[in-house]
Nanobody
Framework: VQVLESGGGLVQAGGPLRLSCAAT????????LAWYRQTPGMQRELVASITAGGSTDDADSVKSRFTISRDNDRKTMYLQMNSPKPEDTAEYYC??????????????WGQGTQVTVSS
């Protein structure tokens, strides 16, 4: 499985922005997709996730502002960023956790897309 992000850029605080993540390869083996973000000198943190069954989870810092979703074919995932704040500025990464075989899972990471929120 490979994943590729798109949609980052510069946005004013409060303005909407949507990130996309396209998954290719053996997408049927994907167990969960997630968005992470990282700022220089800080650890990468989980922003939101969605399982193969459609269950979602969001970090407290983005609840009610960001929404994770995916297409019905489960090959494209989105992060709708409403009311972004300057503190949301970060490199955003797509993550796919998938079954390598019947017993083990591994992860695939995208190269990241920069989101900059101006005040």
């Amino acid at each position: 499985v490979q994943v590729l992000e798109s949609g980052g850029g510069l946005v004013q605080a409060g303005g909407p922005l949507r990130l996309s993540c396209a998954a290719t390869g053996n997408t049927c083996s994907i167990d969960a997709l997630a968005w992470y973000r990282q700022t220089p000198g800080m650890q990468r943190e989980l922003v939101a996730s969605i399982t193969a069954g459609g269950s979602t989870d969001d970090a407290d810092s983005v609840k009610s502002r960001f929404t994770i979703s995916r297409d019905n074919d489960r090959k494209t995932m989105y992060l709708q960023m409403n009311s972004p704040k300057p503190e949301d500025t970060a490199e955003y990464y797509c993550n796919a956790r998938y079954w390598r075989d019947s017993y083990s899972q591994i992860e695939a990471w995208g190269q990241g897309t920069q989101v900059t929120v101006s005040s």
